[in-house]
């Protein structure tokens, strides 16, 4: 259908809209109108993704000078090809519509390992492996050496596109990873660089967030990308965390063990080069001297390592003498390494911050912090004067040399903790040198500043107005949709007692208790027995889903369960993982019926849906607060503390609470869908806790379902689940929860509609 | 006294029975049991009827047996001979014990079925008495032809009772019971026992290395008990355990399955991530505990549950899915000859295109729910398209056709001129429609029809009857053409000598009776003339075949 969406004409591709996606589309044009941030969250199933690229896409093809490109963000690789999938879509019905071929290109990037074609490095397992072998084949000095030594092998599919893919700009349309495989096979064109180059150009671009948030990536790939682009984090709730997570760095006695065979070798490989062709090694101090930024013209292909701290932060002017010359650098570096290893030696926790760090550094062994703010720049400046081939090999080097640059750039923001020990060994020694940020808003900064509008959205955002706090950014609109049901398809309950009236939690001094324990499994049960096809069960960790599966099977409470259901669980292996949810869902779908034992925060909670049978109830036992007594966490809760002003408990709670969320609102996955989401714990029931649930979950909390015990919620369920096996048609959704364009345009219902965002 | 040729193999005294003293002979294909002082049987049970046997539990006072027939009924033996009642009563479970799965294995599902059938099929049962009571053939005849078709044509009969499926919790259902004494007793059925074999394809391998010759039955399973194989959470104790191979092989399924990897890209949770950071980088995420070698003994054993819980399932689940779907699964594994980790790359696209179109759906959208079909799964697409062609090409009539025929009858019919000269005169027309009309002369065959008036309902019964069994012979008769193995050469022969029983002893009575009772009406006309034509076909074969001879 076409939409009128405040004077914006916005193809829609179904005949029929939630009024949700309506008002979403509202909110996400007005926060491109004030070129600005916003923060929206809509439950998922409720068509998010479709409504974000309709408006779009249609408001690119209205004002193609404002905005110029969309960079749409997503986690996983799934659901970077389900974007591209619905963009498909849309542009089918765009050019069904209009009559007219489409002049958009769409594309999707992933790593080299999803897109690799050549026969083989794309056999190879392993993402590091595809980008090392890759590299093995197409860095600019082995080109420079085929020339001369034409034995020496390369990859067909990177010269065939150096040497003709560049000329012609890829033709308009929509790329998933397998279409630019395909386009790749045919041409016989990388499709890695291909899409790479295609970037620039291309009117969408669908990514991982790594792309844009870590700046070891960002500054190789979406460098010249342009200003007046939408930038979309979809699935935002844990974007915090990535942003840390790229700015971070652990030390192990291990990374400074292969780090010194790392600078042994490239000792041994100066030497040799001196002899033979010292003149190389001088041409590359002269251009030190010069400053050119970069001693060598960087290749595409070259620019496998990439400085790890932000553009902003890197200094424009020429390295500093003391480690211009080869030796001098390495013995710098190993300087800088007898130093960390000296630290790890230490028998008591250290927590210092960054300036009280490089002054010891300089006190201990003279290193001043300018030398160690290029570090990482010279070391790949000296990698690719030595043409190292494999540089997967010296991932130690490099992190080290990383750290050097991070730790001396940035004073404020991170810490530096020195752990002898793991706090559950106290008595083996395993040294940790945590290099951590503490804050997210360093990582994802520059991208509010670089691109007109950031839009962050995801299922589970609440309670908004704590993003901008902890990302550091003023948005222009905050809202939280609920989802319209023509039937309650979901139902929530919080139980809070068992049977016998013993109260149900996860709490740390009840963790053990064995009557609560009982009383879980018992629930557990009682679930199997009357909820059809599959039920995930969520724990707090995997350690207690290990203690209380022990402690079922000793009950026997297990093989109860098994006669409902057969069951499964989440290990720590991915590979054995998958299977055993491909086993779930096949249990599902043969009607026998599974339970999945899974874990919060674990990769099933992350990235996997429940759609339908799949999950037809879900049962979170506990609240999955964070492990609380890691230093790194309480540093960072201090940090948000004083500089947030955010208080630790909220933080806490708030975290806590958006991974029970995550957790529970995988089982819904659209309004035909319907499940069950039981709390089982009693802290749920407090207002903080609840008040910090997704509002869509929140409103289907009814008071009377506040502290349930084991029976009550059989009974509820079971209720719950007779109503909703009635068939359920498209006529009975139809004028509530689902309208046709004339119910739309009603006034009555365009009133309605401005209820259903609530703004913050 | 059938006993006197028989071999007999176990002779207890003192055995009651209905309150009566007797002796139980435990015989090699039946058991019996006369009362004392008697010379003949009262009781007699072949083994083949028995279902199965049962003794009272230990600590009671009586030391019963209990046979139960497939009949339902039961008979109970009580040993009361006070100082050897229980080793009596064990040494004749014992022997019954050996004996009964032997018999049980052929006849009784044989029998069986031929009883099911005869009692779902009351015109079956009729054709049996009608047949074989009556020895116009003999009862294996009669079956050899039924069972065959069971076996071949009727297979949805048969087949079609759904493959019942393992319990998930069939180990669960084996509760041991402590026996009072330190001791644990678990009770094994056969039905448990199999849905082992079948979740634990390499228990079975063990069994069939093991038993008999190196372990009893009851050793091996005591041992199946106490080896850590069963107890989940027991780790590997020591190598004399002959089932830690067993282990060790699930081990390797587990880890091959694991490395097969799975074929929703959806579900794949490593290749979920995108761009992993590099090792070294990352916040606070504390490393998972297994990575860590030294874990305590407790912290194993728990994710060795785990490990067997997920195995477990996966067995169950398996075991499910294999009887019906290996063929399948073998054809596409042929199709790939292959079978390296290319054509999995090979295979992937589609299903990784229907999964995510199914993920990125929303029904409720879509303007019309058209019904769900099943959508048509080829293994072998070139075998549909190069599959059976009709002979002949059929003829379409394309719509142009019809219309143009439409206009052409029009046509004519708008330049129809009657031809007057050459019309009926008006009373040969009368006439002619008169005797067309019912009760006119030329529609006198349709008075007939009220054959159901004409005839007594009892004579209907019978005439039904006898068509139905002439209609067996005679599709036994027919079935032996055309005759290429002297088996039905002899099959033939007998067939027209029972068809010409069958007229002598059945259809000649009731002819006679029809006769008697003044029924003109030639109501066994069809049937002799089938038979007729079943006899002149004979015949010609006959004189043919003796050409061929001479």
Same mark, same amino acid.
């Given at each position: 259908? @076409?939409?009128?969406?405040?004077?914006?004409?916005?193809?829609?591709?179904?005949?029929?809209?939630?009024?949700? =996606?309506?008002?979403?589309?509202?909110?996400?044009?007005?926060?491109?109108?004030?070129?600005?941030?916003?923060? #929206?969250?809509?439950?998922?199933?409720? *068509? @998010?993704?479709?409504?974000?690229?309709?408006?779009?896409?249609?408001?690119?093809?209205?004002?193609?000078?404002?905005?110029?490109?969309?960079?749409?963000?997503?986690?996983?690789?799934?659901e970077i090809e389900k974007v591209v999938e619905e963009l498909r879509k849309l542009m089918e019905y765009y050019s069904k519509q209009t009559g007219e071929s489409n002049n958009f290109l769409a594309l999707a990037l992933s790593s080299r390992k999803n897109l690799c074609i050549h026969p083989e490095v794309s056999a190879l397992r392993f993402g590091k492996e595809v980008d090392g072998k890759c590299h093995t084949l197409t860095a600019s000095y082995i080109r420079a050496q085929h020339h001369g030594n034409p034995d020496l092998p390369l990859c067909r599919f990177y010269e065939d596109f150096d040497a003709l893919g560049r000329q012609v700009p890829l033709p308009a349309g929509v790329y998933n990873l397998d279409d630019l495989k395909d386009f790749g096979r045919r041409k016989g064109w990388c499709p890695y660089y291909l899409a790479r180059y295609s970037l620039m150009h291309a009117n969408i671009v669908v990514y991982s967030y790594h792309y844009l948030l870590d700046p070891k990536i960002a500054d190789l790939v979406s460098k010249e990308l342009s200003k007046r682009s939408v930038v979309v984090f979809d699935e935002a709730h844990n974007i915090d965390n990535v942003c840390i997570d790229s700015m971070s760095v652990n030390i192990t006695r291990r990374t400074l063990d292969r780090c010194q065979t790392n600078v042994d070798t490239l000792q041994s490989t100066i030497q040799k080069i001196k002899e033979t062709d010292a003149n190389k090694l001088k041409m590359e101090y002269s251009r030190l001297v010069e400053g050119l930024k970069e001693a060598n013209v960087a290749r595409e292909t070259d620019v496998y390592l990439s400085n790890p701290v932000l553009p902003d932060e890197i200094? &424009?002017?020429?390295?500093?003498?003391?480690?211009?010359?080869?030796?001098?650098?390495?013995?710098?570096?190993?300087?800088?390494?007898?130093?960390?290893?000296?630290?790890?030696?230490?028998?008591?926790?250290? =927590?210092?911050?960054?300036?009280?760090?490089? %002054?010891?550094?300089?006190? %201990?062994?003279?290193?001043?912090?300018?030398?160690?703010?290029?570090?990482?720049?010279?070391?790949?400046?000296?990698?690719?004067?030595?043409?190292?081939?494999?540089?997967?090999?010296?991932?130690?080097?490099?992190?080290?040399?990383?750290?050097?640059?991070?730790?001396?750039?940035?004073s404020q923001g991170f810490t530096i903790i020195i752990e002898p020990f793991e706090d559950r060994t106290p008595t083996i020694a395993n040294p940790v040198l945590h290099f951590s940020c503490m804050d997210p808003s360093i990582a994802i900064k520059p991208v509010f500043q670089r691109f007109q509008s950031v839009v962050i959205t995801s299922g589970t955002l609440s309670p908004l107005d704590i993003y901008p706090r902890i990302l550091d950014f003023r948005p222009v609109t905050m809202a939280s949709f609920t989802m319209t049901l023509a039937r309650t398809c979901l139902c929530p309950l919080i139980v809070g007692r068992g049977n016998d009236q013993v109260t149900l939690s996860s709490k740390f001094e009840t963790r053990e208790d064995f009557a609560v324990i009982r009383n879980y499994g018992n629930l557990l049960l009682e679930m199997s027995a009357i909820v059809p096809d599959g039920i995930v069960a969520f724990f707090t960790s995997y350690v207690y889903m290990e203690n209380i599966v022990a402690s079922w099977y000793e009950q026997g409470i297990l093989e109860n369960i098994q006669r409902n259901k057969l069951i499964f669980i989440e290990t720590p292996d991915a590979a054995e993982t998958s299977m055993a949810l491909e086993k779930y869902q096949e249990a599902c779908e043969n009607g026998r019926g599974a339970i999945l034992l899974s874990v919060a925060r674990g990769k099933v909670s992350e990235g996997i849906d429940f759609v339908h049978h799949f999950g037809r109830a879900v049962i979170m036992f506990g609240v999955p607060y964070v492990y609380t007594q890691s230093r790194i966490l309480k540093a960072r809760l201090e940090y948000l503390r004083d500089q947030f002003q955010i208080k630790e408990n909220d933080f806490l709670t708030f975290d806590a609470m958006r991974?029970?969320?995550?957790?529970? *609102?995988?089982?819904?996955?659209?309004?035909?869908?319907?499940?069950?989401?039981?709390?089982?714990? %009693?802290?749920?029931?407090?207002?903080?806790?609840?008040? %910090?649930?997704?509002?869509?979950?929140?409103?289907?909390?009814?008071?009377?379902?506040?502290? #349930?015990?084991?029976?009550?919620?059989? &009974?509820?369920? @079971?209720?719950?689940?007779? &109503?909703?096996?009635?068939?359920?048609? =498209?006529?009975?959704?139809?004028?509530?929860?689902?309208l046709t364009l004339e119910q739309l345009e009603s006034e009555e219902m365009l009133k309605k509609i401005s209820q259903i965002a609530q703004q913050t | 006294m059938a006993a006197l040729s028989e071999e007999v193999l176990l002779v207890l005294k003192k055995v009651r029975q209905r309150k009566q003293d007797g002796t139980l002979y435990l015989m090699a294909e039946r058991i019996a049991w006369g009362p004392e002082g008697k010379d003949r049987f009262t009781v007699s049970h072949l083994y083949a009827d028995i279902r199965c046997q049962k003794i009272s539990p230990d600590g009671k006072s009586k030391i019963q047996l209990q046979l139960v027939l497939h009949t339902g009924e039961s008979t109970t033996f009580h040993f009361s001979n006070d100082s050897t009642a229980?080793? !009596?009563?064990?040494?004749?479970?014992?022997?019954?014990?050996?004996?009964?799965?032997?018999? $049980? $294995?052929?006849?009784?599902?044989?029998?069986?079925? $031929?009883?099911?059938?005869?009692?779902?099929?009351?015109?079956?049962?009729?054709?049996?008495?009608?047949?074989?009571?009556?020895?116009?053939?003999?009862? !294996?005849?009669?079956?050899?032809?039924?069972?065959? !078709?069971? /076996?071949?044509? !009727?297979?949805?009969?048969?087949?079609?009772?759904?493959?019942?499926?393992i319990s998930g919790a069939f180990l669960a259902d084996i509760r041991p019971q402590t026996d009072g004494c330190n001791g644990l007793r678990y009770n094994?059925?056969?039905?448990?026992?199999?849905?082992?074999?079948?979740?634990?394809?390499?228990?079975?391998?063990?069994?069939?290395?093991?038993?008999?010759? /190196?372990?009893?039955?009851?050793?091996?399973?005591?041992?199946f008990f106490q080896s850590h194989y069963f107890h989940r959470d027991r780790i590997n104790t020591g190598t004399q355990d002959i089932f830690s191979e067993c282990a060790k092989q699930d081990e390797i399924g587990l880890k091959s399955m694991v490395v097969q990897g799975v074929k929703n890209p959806l579900v794949n949770l490593l290749s979920l991530q995108d761009t992993t950071l590099d090792e070294g980088y990352g916040g606070f995420t504390t490393l998972p505990s297994t990575s860590n070698p030294n874990r305590s003994v407790k912290d194993s054993s728990n994710s060795a549950i785990i490990k067997r819980f997920n195995h477990h399932s996966a067995m169950v689940l398996a075991a499910g899915a294999r009887k019906g779907e290996t063929p399948a699964d073998q054809g596409s594994e042929t199709n790939s000859t292959d079978g390296n980790s290319r054509d999995s790359d090979f295979f992937q696209p589609p299903v990784k295109k229907v999964k995510l179109k199914e993920a990125i759906e929303y029904e409720d959208l879509q303007s019309e729910n058209r019904p769900k079909t099943v959508a048509l799964n080829l293994k072998k697409s070139d075998r549909y398209a190069h599959g059976p062609v009709p002979l002949q090409s059929q003829q379409y009539t394309t719509s142009q056709d019809i219309i143009n025929s439409v206009n052409y009858i029009q046509h004519e019919m708008v330049n129809y001129k009657p031809n007057l000269t050459q019309v009926l005169s008006s009373t040969t027309a009368s006439s002619a429609i008169a005797a067309l009309s019912s009760g006119g002369v030329l529609m006198q065959a349709a008075t007939q029809q009220a054959i159901n008036q004409m005839v007594p309902s009892e004579v209907q019964g019978e005439l039904k009857h006898l068509y139905t069994a002439a209609g067996e012979l005679l599709r036994h008769f027919w079935s032996c053409f055309p005759v290429n193995t002297p088996f039905l050469e002899e099959k033939v022969m007998k067939m027209k000598s029972n068809l010409e029983r069958f007229q002598v002893t059945k259809l000649c009575p009731f002819q006679e009776k029809i006769q008697r009772q003044y029924l003109s009406t030639n109501l066994t006309g069809h049937l002799e003339e089938m038979l007729q034509t079943a006899y002149s076909k004979f015949h010609v074969w006959q004189t043919r075949r003796m050409l061929r001879k001479t």
């Open positions: 259908m @076409k939409l009128n969406i405040e004077g914006l004409l916005v193809y829609f591709p179904y005949d029929y809209i939630y009024p949700e =996606q309506y008002s979403y589309m509202l909110e996400l044009k007005r926060t491109l109108d004030a070129k600005g941030h916003g923060v #929206l969250e809509m439950p998922s199933g409720t *068509g @998010k993704t479709i409504s974000l690229l309709s408006l779009i896409v249609a408001y690119q093809k209205v004002f193609p000078l404002e905005v110029t490109k969309l960079i749409y963000c997503s986690r996983t690789v799934p200094l &424009q002017e020429a390295v500093p003498g003391t480690i211009r010359t080869a030796e001098h650098f390495v013995g710098f570096l190993k300087r800088f390494l007898e130093y960390l290893k000296s630290r790890l030696r230490v028998h008591h926790v250290v =927590q210092e911050s960054t300036p009280q760090f490089l %002054k010891d550094v300089f006190d %201990k062994v003279c290193i001043d912090r300018k030398p160690l703010r290029f570090c990482a720049e010279r070391l790949q400046s000296l990698l690719r004067t030595l043409e190292i081939a494999d540089i997967a090999d010296f991932s130690a080097v490099t992190l080290i040399s990383n750290f050097a640059t991070l730790v001396s750039t940035y991974h029970a969320a995550q957790c529970v *609102g995988r089982v819904i996955r659209g309004k035909t869908d319907y499940g069950i989401m039981v709390f089982a714990d %009693k802290r749920y029931a407090r207002a903080d806790k609840r008040g %910090k649930l997704p509002r869509w979950i929140q409103e289907h909390i009814s008071d009377g379902s506040l502290n #349930l015990t084991v029976d009550e919620t059989v &009974q509820l369920s @079971k209720h719950f689940l007779r &109503q909703m096996a009635q068939p359920f048609r =498209q006529e009975d959704q139809l004028g509530l929860s689902l | 229980l080793t !009596d009563r064990d040494a004749a479970k014992e022997l019954l014990q050996q004996l009964l799965p032997k018999f $049980k $294995k052929k006849a009784n599902k044989e029998l069986e079925e $031929k009883n099911r059938m005869l009692q779902e099929d009351p015109v079956l049962f009729q054709l049996y008495k009608d047949l074989v009571v009556s020895q116009v053939i003999s009862a !294996d005849e009669f079956w050899a032809n039924r069972l065959g !078709d069971t /076996n071949h044509a !009727d297979t949805s009969l048969t087949n079609n009772k759904q493959e019942v499926g094994l059925t056969a039905d448990i026992i199999e849905s082992i074999f079948r979740t634990y394809p390499t228990v079975k391998q063990k069994y069939c290395e093991n038993v008999p010759h /190196n372990l009893t039955e009851k050793e091996f399973w005591t041992r």
